[in-house]
Structure formats: C-alpha cells, structure tokens
C-alpha cells in the first residue's frame, strides 16, 4: 500500500508533550517528513530525514521511526504550535505521498 | 533566499484548461527536481507530480493523462498544463522544491465550477 495513515486530531495542554505519528508500508525504507500547515498559510517543512530540522524550527520538535510508523513530537507544546500536521514519504523516485493530517489543538 | 511564485490560476469550467506557472529564484534551479502539490479546500495535501533536473516526468494515478508538467531552465521556471478539468480537480496548487529540506510558494487557487 502508498498510503500513509494519520490519526485526525489530538489535543495537548499548554507545556506539556504530544506525539502525532503515522504509518504506512513507505516508512520501512523511507524516512519521513512533517509538515506544519496554520489556516491560510503554506506548508512549512519542521522535519525530515526523519529528525533534522530545518533552520528556524524549535528544537521542542523531534521525530523517529520505526518500522512502518513515524513520529512527530512536540515536546513543551506552544500555543503557536497548534496547526494541521502532515507527514510525507518517498514511494520511489521522485514520487511521494502524503498523510491525511492531523490536527493538533493546544488547550 | 529561495523563492517560488507561482500564476496562472482562476476559475474554469469542467473540461476546461489551464497552464500554471512557478517562477523560482534564490537557488539554482537547473539542478534540482520540482514538484507540484494541491489541496482541495479544507482537504489535506496530495502529491500532483514531479520533474526531474534533466525532465523526468513522474504523476499521480489520479492526473496521469490529463496533467503535463514541464520546466524551462533557461528561464528558471516551472509549468503545469492541466486539460479537461474535472470539479475535483479545485485546490490551491503549490510549487515546490523536491528534494528536502523543501521550499514552497504560497500556491495558486484552481476553481473548477459550471
């Protein structure tokens, strides 16, 4: 299967840590990248080659892997962290999906 | 500092067609594979297509044959031809560097309606 599975929504308290993960058969050789998304915004890459973040990106965002899943965590959740999710995989070359997105809510 | 700006978007009717375009500075555009991205409205992000630095083309199973992406490297830019629109076809279309870490545009909005 090229699909990646993405949990819907999670919500986290305002400090404390929040896992989104993702699985799908790609991750067992591909590493996956995340993506935050805020309404009316493009996409913002915040990980990828499963734990390297881009310049700008606070390091209370992480990611790991293993076997078919992925991971984002958000370690001191922000009240600017709360956004739409999506993790991304090569299939092969240069063809990719995505996940289906998960929303995450800081309360 | 990477730029992507794409154009070309508007509202269409279905079978209709489009050109949408992304003009790309700050990197040297010859050298690296671009991708094309969309989202429907309040939908997630799907894979369009891609192109290689050297015009390999790959798509999605959902617009193989109805969409052509193309790049000029002469003049730093990158082009989708989409022909016989369809209603599901309406998304706010992305540019966007392929290999990691990935640079986009702020996208183009496809409007496919009668």
């Known amino acids: 299967s090229s699909e990646l599975t993405q949990d819907p929504a999670v919500s986290v308290a305002l400090g404390q840590t929040v896992s989104i993960t993702c699985q799908g058969d790609?991750?067992?050789?591909?590493?996956a990248s995340w993506y935050q998304q805020k309404p009316g915004q493009a996409p913002v890459l915040v990980i990828y080659d499963k734990n390297y973040r881009p310049s700008g990106i606070p390091d209370r965002f992480s990611g790991s892997s293993s076997g078919n899943t992925a991971s984002l965590t958000i370690t001191g959740a922000q009240a600017e962290d709360e956004a739409d999710y999506y993790c991304n995989s090569r299939i092969a070359n240069y063809v990719e999906v995505f996940g289906g997105g998960t929303r995450v809510t800081v309360l | 500092e990477v730029q992507l700006l794409e154009s070309g978007g508007g509202w269409v009717q279905p079978g209709g067609s489009l050109r949408l375009s992304c003009a790309a500075s700050g990197f040297t555009f010859g050298i690296y594979a671009m991708s094309w991205v969309r989202q429907a409205p309040g939908k997630g992000l799907e894979w369009v297509s891609s192109?290689?630095?050297?015009?390999?083309?790959y798509y999605a199973d959902s617009v193989k044959g109805r969409f052509t992406i193309s790049r000029d490297n002469s003049k730093n830019t990158l082009s989708l031809q989409i022909k016989n629109l369809r209603v599901e076809d309406s998304a706010r279309y992305y540019c966007a560097t392929a290999g990691l870490p990935r640079h986009w545009g702020q996208g183009t909005l496809v409007t496919v309606s009668s």
């Open positions: 790609s991750l067992r050789t591909y590493y």
């Open positions: 192109i290689s630095g050297s015009g390999d083309t």
